[in-house]
T-cell receptor
Framework: GAGVSQSPSNKVTEKGKDVELRCDPI?????LYWYRQSLGQGLEFLIY????????KSGLPSDRFSAERTGGSVSTLTIQRTQQEDSAVYLC????????????FGPGTRLTVL | EDQVTQSPEALRLQEGESSSLNCSYT??????LFWYRQDPGKGPEFLFT???AGEEKEKERLKATLTKKESFLHITAPKPEDSATYLC?????????????FGKGTTLSVSS
């Protein structure tokens, strides 16, 4: 079946602009994670959605970052007033349910802030 | 603090030259340890999950093992197509929804 998809694959923006990154999970997967992968760094957790529960936002680095998940499916990560240090690859991962362990990753969105 | 350290950062092998990648971890109770492969410009691809010390899993030329403090990814007779970055991650035992904690990865290059 289809895997996790993300769009756009690449995004170049100017400092101070807002950006939206989209994640389409594997059909039926109720758990969804956003991670950030900066050059030379490991993947860094940003936010976690599970079904209709309140999201775990503990990894968001600042209040410029927010995310939504509509209808328990598609998720959008929004970065307001982008800064150069926001440049990174943003990865989405999903898994079938809360109790399963393996997360399946999308191809990522490469964000470049000029 | 939960932490994952991978070594070496980079590894160059000749085709057929077997070796091992190391993943050392400290975590407040281990729920699972995960190995992923990441090719340039792509998302991580799942390889293995290990849950308890002594557990081993194999897939083609790869074998993953787990102790109470570290995991090894053994690569037997590698081929150029095994070239990639290998990521190790752990999940703490407190709850199933906990995000993965990743190491920085080992970049493997296999030349023919």
């Amino acid at each position: 079946g289809a895997g996790v998809s993300q769009s756009p694959s690449n995004k170049v923006t100017e400092k101070g602009k807002d950006v939206e990154l989209r994640c389409d999970p594997i059909s039926g997967h109720t758990a969804l994670y956003w991670y950030r992968q900066s050059l030379g760094q490991g993947l860094e957790f940003l936010i976690y959605f599970q079904g209709n529960s309140a999201p775990d936002k503990s990894g968001l680095p600042s209040d410029r970052f927010s995310a939504e998940r509509t209808g328990g499916s598609v998720s959008t990560l929004t970065i307001q007033r982008t800064q150069q240090e926001d440049s990174a690859v943003y990865l989405c991962a999903t898994k079938p349910s809360y109790s399963t362990d393996t997360q399946y990753f999308g191809p990522g969105t490469r964000l470049t802030v000029l | 603090e939960d932490q994952v350290t991978q070594s070496p950062e980079a590894l160059r092998l000749q085709e057929g030259e077997s070796s091992s990648l190391n993943c050392s971890y400290t975590v407040s109770g281990l729920r699972g340890l995960f190995w992923y492969r990441q090719d340039p410009g792509k998302g991580p691809e799942f390889l293995f999950t290990l849950y308890s010390a002594g557990e081993e899993k194999e897939k083609e030329r790869l074998k993953a093992t787990l102790t109470k403090k570290e995991s090894f990814l053994h690569i037997t007779a590698p081929k150029p197509e095994d070239s990639a970055t290998y990521l190790c991650a752990v999940q703490a035992a407190n709850q199933a929804g906990t995000a993965l904690i990743f190491g920085k990865g080992t970049t493997l290059s296999v030349s023919s």
